[in-house]
Structure formats: structure tokens, C-alpha cells
């Protein structure tokens, strides 16, 4: 599992990504129960996820945080990377972000594919 926390910080919300190979839906559920198993994570306002395995499906959660996980799958789908999960975790700072929050989405998964280089 590779993770990367602190990496994007607005108006009191922090965030965090992490992910690493998956296979089937099976291995999706293993790697949010491992990644929760971090009470950190586990208390976090939002996980959300998404996942695009080899044979084409598409695997999303949005965890409350409406639309997050379609904005992961995509950016999955445009860096050609599959069999790989990510998830975005986020700790509600009090203030309501609206579409910001999907740039920041957007910021993370980033972070996390210079990473994988």
C-alpha cells in the first residue's frame, strides 16, 4: 500500500491518498478494511474510491462525498492504470468546500500517480 497523507490541506480540511493493486471486488474490500484498520482513517469524514480492473470494470464509492469516486475512475481511466485501487480520504475542516473539493480530489489522485513514477 502506497499512502501519502498531508498532501493537500483548504479552509480546515486535510487529505490523504493512498492505494496499491487489486484484482476483483474481493481484493477491493481487503484493501479498505486494511486501510480502515488505521483508526485514523477509520474516523475520517470520507473514503472515498475507485478502482478499474483489467477486464474493464469499474468499481466506485463515493462515501458520502457525492461524485468523488466517478472523478478517481476517470483519471484511472485516462492514465491507463488498472488493477489498482485509490482512495481519497478526507477530515472535515467545518467548512463546506462545493466544487473545490473535487479539485482537491483531483490534486491527490495527482500526487499519487507522481508517486507511482
Known amino acids: 500500500m502506497l499512502q501519502l497523507t498531508n ?3 483548504d479552509r480546515g480540511s486535510k487529505y490523504a491518498v493512498s492505494g496499491g493493486a487489486v484484482t476483483d471486488r474481493k481484493a477491493v474490500d481487503k484493501f479498505l478494511k486494511e486501510l480502515k484498520r488505521n483508526k485514523k482513517f477509520a474516523k475520517a469524514t470520507h473514503n ?7 477486464d474493464g470494470t469499474p468499481l466506485k464509492g463515493d462515501d458520502g462525498e457525492s461524485g468523488a469516486g466517478l472523478v478517481i475512475l476517470r483519471m484511472l481511466e485516462r492514465e491507463e492504470l488498472s488493477d489498482h485501487i485509490v482512495v481519497v480520504t478526507r477530515w472535515y475542516g467545518g467548512v463546506k468546500l462545493g466544487g473545490d473539493r473535487f479539485r482537491r480530489v483531483q490534486d491527490c489522485v495527482r500526487a499519487y500517480f507522481d508517486a507511482l513514477k
Do not use: C, I, Q
Open 48 to 54: 472515498t474510491w475507485a478502482a478499474l480492473l483489467s
Open 7 to 9: 498532501v493537500v490541506t
